[in-house]
């Protein structure tokens, strides 16, 4: 059984798609989940363990079924969590679609769902609850608005400290999550 301690990002890039190339770093959401990578560059502390890199990188043209789907399988394995970055540049993606489906469906992962066009709770909310608009973004992956009922999603804008804090609560891990609902720090 493989040791689940990672964080398994999940976004939308356009395909194909190369983290070397200038064009990543101006996709928006890898640069979300860059942000991650440098907060724990900056910060050794940072509760970030990226499951990206606990295996070889994939090449562009590398077979979707042969090499690309079995890596994406093998990194959401290792995984205690999924993060996932949901925003209007949001698309319904083959990738973006296995990683959700095969994480929550199969894995029960948990996901952690940040918004990156928000900065505080307060903003995501509208009389206690998740406004309309943030709701409907889950429309644009019908995958993930269709399988939240199986695991705990918790809903968070883009915000350092509570990214952090996020990645350190145990009913968002796997092995100790807690029921299937729609969770919001108040």
Avoid at 83 to 93: A, D, G, P
Avoid at 119 to 133: I, R
């Amino acid at each position: 059984m493989p040791y689940k301690n990672g964080n398994y990002c999940a976004f939308y890039v356009s395909e194909p798609f190369s983290s070397s190339g200038l064009g990543a770093h101006a996709t928006k959401d890898f640069v979300y989940y860059n942000s991650l990578r440098a907060w724990k560059g900056n910060d050794a502390n940072f509760p970030f363990i990226d499951s990206h890199d606990k295996t070889y990188n994939v090449r562009d043209n590398s077979n979707w079924e042969a090499t690309l789907k079995p890596r994406l399988r093998e990194r959401l394995r290792n995984s205690k969590n999924i993060v996932l970055f949901l925003s209007e540049r949001t698309v319904n993606s083959r990738a973006l679609r296995e990683e959700i489906d095969y994480g929550i469906n199969t894995l029960g992962l948990p996901v952690i769902v940040v918004y990156p066009d928000y900065d505080s709770v307060e903003k995501l909310l509208y009389n206690g609850s998740l406004k309309q608009e943030i709701e409907n973004l889950w429309n644009k992956l019908p995958i993930f608005r269709d399988s939240m009922k199986n695991i705990p999603t918790l809903h968070i804008p883009m915000n350092k400290e509570l990214i952090s804090t996020s990645l350190n609560d145990n009913d968002f891990m796997v092995n100790s999550k807690r029921e299937s609902n729609v969770y919001i720090y108040r």
